[in-house]
C-alpha cells in the first residue's frame, strides 16, 4: 500500500504541513498573548493616571471644602475634622461594596478580553 513513491511523497508533504501549521498555530498564540497583555498594561497604566489625578483633585477639593467650613463650624481644626470624618466615611463605603465596585468590573474586563475570541 506504501510501496508507492507518490503515497510516501504525499505522507513527507502532510508532515511539513502539520509541522509548519503548528508553528503558525505558536506565532498567532503568542502574537494575541502580546496584544492582550498590551491592552492589559495599556489598561492599567490609564487606571493609574487616572486614580492618581483624582486623588490629587480631591485632595485640593477637600482643602478648598475645610476652609469654606472654618467660619461655619468655629474654627479651622474643626472643618479639618469633619473632613477627615467625610474621608473615612468614603474608605468604608469603597471597602464594604468592593466587590460590586471594583472587583466585578475588573473580573468582567479580564474575563471579555482574555476569554472573548476577538475574530468573531
Known sequence: MFSDDQNIDNLQQLYADIKKYIIL??????????????????????????????????????????HFLAPI??????????????????????????KKLFINPMVNFLANLFLNDSNK
Request: hydrophobic share 65%; no cysteine; aromatic share 18%.
Open 25 to 66: 498555530q505558536k506565532d498567532y498564540t503568542k502574537l494575541e498573548i502580546v496584544e492582550k497583555m498590551t491592552i492589559l498594561i495599556s489598561t492599567f497604566t490609564m487606571v493609574l493616571i487616572l486614580v492618581v489625578l483624582g486623588m490629587i483633585a480631591l485632595f485640593y477639593l477637600l482643602f478648598a471644602f475645610a
Open 73 to 98: 463650624v468655629g474654627g479651622l481644626q474643626y472643618s479639618f475634622v469633619i473632613i477627615a470624618g467625610i474621608t473615612f466615611l468614603l474608605m468604608a463605603i469603597a471597602y464594604f461594596f468592593r
